[in-house]
């Protein structure tokens, strides 16, 4: 019996992969929920973002529209990346101490004290 609907056998393929694609988003927002540590739901949002960006391709993909799409995704992972490095330096922050100040491999520690 042939398809009436228009949808090929790719796009059945695409929709199913997507839908699979959903599903390991729930489970993984479980794990954000109920992360034990907040590097458990830094990653798991970090998951969640790169499974975004391949929907977004995927729905360009079934539109016909990958080239508009792309661009979407690009863009969100570039907020999914500064979110990221954010959220660590918050936390890298909070575990050192508020008072305490971040200092890079190539900065003195203080003015008159060598690296």
Not at 68 to 75: G, R
């Amino acid at each position: 019996m042939a398809m009436t609907s228009g949808h090929t056998g790719f796009d059945m393929v695409l929709t199913g992969t997507g839908c699979l694609l959903f599903f390991l988003m729930v489970l993984v927002l479980v794990r954000v929920t109920r992360g034990p540590t907040a590097i458990d739901r830094i990653v798991g949002v970090n998951i969640i973002g790169t499974k975004t960006m391949l929907l977004l391709v995927l729905i360009g993909t079934v539109y016909h529209r990958v080239d508009m799409f792309v661009d979407l995704a690009l863009t969100y992972a570039l907020l999914n990346f500064v979110g990221s490095v954010a959220a660590a330096k918050y936390f890298r922050r909070k575990s050192h101490g508020a008072a305490t100040p971040i200092h890079l491999e190539n900065e003195p520690l203080h003015s008159g004290e060598a690296p």
